[in-house]
C-alpha cells in the first residue's frame, strides 16, 4: 500500500471515531438535558422552593435564597435603603424552621456587584 493511501485511511478511520464520539456525546448530552428536564422534585427540594417563595413574598428586593450546605441559607436581595437586614434574616430563618430546612446560620447578601454581607447571624 502506498504512502498516500495509508494515509487517506488514517484520515478517515480518525474522522469516523470523531463522528463516533461526537455521536456519543451528542446523545449523553440530550439524555442528561432529558433527565435534569423531566426530574421530580423531591421532599426537600418542595420545602426550599416553599421557603423561597415565602421569603419572596412582598420583598421585591429578595432575588432568591438558596441553601448552599447543612449550615448556612443564604439570601441574596437588592440593596434597598431602609431595610432591616438583621430582621430579614430573622425571618428568613423562622420560615427555614417552619419548612424542616433548620439552618445554623443565614446570611443576607447583596446581589448586585460588588457582593458584600449585610446580615449574617446564627438560626436558633
Not at 415565602?54 to 432575588?63: C, E, G
Request: net charge positive.
Amino acid at each position: 500500500m502506498n504512502p498516500q493511501k495509508k494515509q487517506q485511511r488514517a484520515r478517515r478511520i480518525r474522522r469516523s471515531a470523531f463522528l463516533q464520539w461526537s455521536g456519543l456525546l451528542l446523545f449523553l448530552g440530550a439524555y442528561a438535558a432529558v433527565h435534569v428536564a423531566t426530574k421530580k422534585c423531591d421532599e426537600e427540594c418542595i420545602r426550599r422552593e416553599e421557603l423561597m417563595d415565602a421569603i419572596r413574598k412582598d420583598r421585591p428586593y429578595v432575588m432568591y435564597a438558596s441553601v448552599y450546605n447543612d449550615s448556612t441559607l443564604s439570601v441574596f436581595v437588592k440593596e434597598v435603603p431602609g431595610i432591616d437586614w438583621d430582621r430579614l434574616a430573622d425571618t428568613a430563618c423562622m420560615f427555614a424552621h417552619s419548612k424542616g430546612l433548620s439552618r445554623k446560620f443565614v446570611a443576607v447578601i447583596r446581589y448586585d456587584p460588588p457582593a458584600d454581607t449585610l446580615a449574617r447571624q446564627p438560626c436558633h
